[in-house]
């Protein structure tokens, strides 16, 4: 990650602890489909680079993602086991929130990938995110993904220990452990290379990074 992009996350990350405290005060272009390993498979978009990432164009690659992921998810949906728990793993920055567009508290949804969430919600799909944030700001974080729409099962952000593990490696175990509690992961949704290496999802879907500009 560059330099850039750690103090823009540095700087969200404070405003999003500033913001809660005084709210409690009162009271990572077209797509194409490749094969992950035999057991899965992944959607992701063309490379694009530039100084600068468009919104516009950021939101429409976004979109060209889903829309392969929403028919995928509708039919495994419908084909639940009986018994059977089903989940979606999500990462979060630039994936379900717009955390590089903006410095705004709570950060607003990336609306295409929050459209398929809430379908799945709303089909008794639990969801989970796995992120590399810091674990001091889990509580900003929960309130951020509930508060734009977004029902949190699970929320998975690094220990002090997990600082110093390969974040690809991180990931995987905290996927293994959503499986280990008996949840099918029908799907994992991210935005980098790292977010969905090492298995443990049926399908994984990538959003557009741009040459880890929104990493």
């Not at 899965?40 to 063309?46: E, I, K, L």
């Not at 969801?127 to 929960?142: C, E, M, N, Q, W």
């Not at 974040?167 to 959503?178: C, G, L, N, P, S």
């Amino acid at each position: 990650m560059t330099l850039r992009l750690w103090a823009r996350r540095i700087a969200v990350s404070t405003a999003s602890a500033a913001a809660l405290v005084a709210l409690a005060v009162p009271a990572e272009a077209a797509t194409t489909a490749t094969s992950a390993s035999p057991a899965a498979s992944t959607a992701t978009t063309t490379a694009v680079s530039s100084a600068d990432v468009d919104y516009d164009t950021w939101q429409k690659d976004c979109q060209a993602v889903m829309d392969q992921a929403l028919p995928y998810l509708k039919q495994r949906i419908a084909n639940t086991k009986p018994g059977e728990k089903q989940a979606i793993v999500f990462d979060i920055d630039n994936t379900t929130l717009e955390t590089d567009f903006g410095f705004s508290y709570p950060q607003p949804p990336n609306q295409p990938v929050l459209e398929v969430a809430e379908y799945a919600q709303e089909h008794g799909v639990s969801l989970f995110f796995v992120t590399a944030r810091p674990g001091i700001i889990y509580s900003v974080t929960d309130y951020n993904l509930e508060h734009v729409g977004y029902q949190v099962s699970g929320l998975y952000v690094r220990s002090f220990l997990d600082l110093f593990k390969n974040v690809a490696e991180y990931k995987t175990a905290q996927r293994a452990d959503i499986e280990s509690k008996g949840y099918t992961i029908i799907a994992n949704i991210g935005n980098s290379a790292t977010d969905l290496s090492g298995g443990h999802a049926e399908k994984t879907y990538k959003l557009p990074d741009y040459d880890g500009q929104l990493s």
